[in-house]
């Protein structure tokens, strides 16, 4: 065991502090969070960087990826319409967020195009991080069941939460109105796609969803 945690106390924004909470993870273990949009994935993910371990946020990796690789650039342009490409060479990501969660099919043409260019970097930050074989790995991987990416993980956790709560979320984080919020949360699967691959099934709802996580 390589983090051991022992009564600690923390809260993030709105959840209730925490105390008491004793943990142990074990060393070279890849770990993956999945989930909806607005579950509390993000909560998880930072409470595990809190007890050291290293957390690859695929969201940000995809910004990135998204950004600087021509070829990825391209491919979105030839599925969803030249103008989503700025004069400056940045894509318009409102546009483009507008048009892929339009609907499921939509959604999954986005992951269809933008995934091969995802995964090999995130495979790359993976094998540089086990390398290492410092700790535990995280990774905050909203598509991960679609992409297959799963499979290189030891363990599997799901967070849920009721559709309202997530709604609420999502407006709040993105800056978006209740219908484009709306079109966001029809255009993923539903709870019961993420829960038949759990290995841990959290509830990103309750006052007690950190104490879960600690758990």
């Given at each position: 065991k390589v983090i051991d945690v022992k009564n600690l106390k923390k809260s993030f924004g709105d959840v209730h502090v925490l105390k008491g909470i004793t943990t142990h993870v074990n060393k070279g273990e890849c770990?993956?969070?999945?989930?909806?949009?607005?579950?509390?994935?993000?909560?998880?993910?930072?409470?595990?960087?809190?007890?050291?371990?290293?957390?690859?946020?695929?969201?940000?990796?995809?910004?990135?990826?998204?950004?600087?690789?021509?070829?990825?650039?391209?491919?979105?342009?030839?599925?969803f319409g030249h103008d989503i490409l700025q004069e400056n060479g940045r894509?318009?990501?409102?546009?483009?967020?507008?048009?892929?969660?339009?609907?499921?099919?939509?959604?999954?043409?986005?992951?269809?195009?933008?995934?091969?260019?995802?995964?090999?970097?995130?495979?790359?930050?993976?094998?540089?991080e086990m390398q290492l074989g410092e700790g535990v790995l995280v990774l905050d991987a909203p598509t991960l069941i679609e992409s297959g990416l799963y499979k290189d993980c030891d363990c599997v956790i799901v967070v849920t939460a009721p559709a309202p709560l997530r709604l609420e979320r999502i407006m709040k984080r993105d800056g978006i109105t209740r219908q484009q919020a709306l079109l966001r949360m029809q255009a993923q699967p539903p709870d019961s796609f993420y829960a038949q691959y759990a290995d841990v099934l959290l509830d990103g709802a309750g006052e007690d969803f950190l104490a879960q996580i600690a758990e």
């Amino acid at each position: 065991k390589v983090i051991d945690v022992k009564n600690l106390k923390k809260s993030f924004g709105d959840v209730h502090v925490l105390k008491g909470i004793t943990t142990h993870v074990n060393k070279g273990e890849c770990i993956c969070i999945i989930g909806p949009s607005g579950s509390g994935k993000t909560t998880a993910a930072r409470l595990l960087r809190h007890y050291g371990c290293t957390v690859l946020d695929c969201d940000e990796i995809a910004r990135a990826v998204t950004d600087a690789d021509l070829h990825c650039k391209k491919a979105l342009c030839e599925a969803f319409g030249h103008d989503i490409l700025q004069e400056n060479g940045r894509l318009n990501r409102g546009l483009l967020a507008r048009r892929a969660f339009r609907n499921r099919a939509n959604t999954q043409r986005l992951n269809a195009v933008v995934a091969p260019y995802i995964l090999k970097e995130v495979r790359e930050r993976m094998r540089r991080e086990m390398q290492l074989g410092e700790g535990v790995l995280v990774l905050d991987a909203p598509t991960l069941i679609e992409s297959g990416l799963y499979k290189d993980c030891d363990c599997v956790i799901v967070v849920t939460a009721p559709a309202p709560l997530r709604l609420e979320r999502i407006m709040k984080r993105d800056g978006i109105t209740r219908q484009q919020a709306l079109l966001r949360m029809q255009a993923q699967p539903p709870d019961s796609f993420y829960a038949q691959y759990a290995d841990v099934l959290l509830d990103g709802a309750g006052e007690d969803f950190l104490a879960q996580i600690a758990e």
